[in-house]
């Protein structure tokens, strides 16, 4: 699993390069978010649990 937990990694720090170049906090702050959940799925990956679907993220209309 370490190719996944890899791939979860990366996006983890796409995700803070992102939000340290945003200007809008809330995006800012969900990319924070998104990042910090990439590497709890990066963590479970390497110990073997099955990491879990988020669900879809809430659209604006």
Do not use: W
């Amino acid at each position: 699993m370490a190719a996944e937990s890899d791939s979860l990694r990366a996006m983890a720090d796409k995700c803070r390069r992102l939000a340290r170049s945003i200007d809008t906090p809330d995006v800012a702050e969900r990319l924070r978010l998104m990042a910090d959940d990439y590497a709890r799925r990066a963590e479970e990956a390497d110990a073997g649990e099955p990491a879990p679907v988020p669900p879809n993220p809430p659209t604006d209309g």
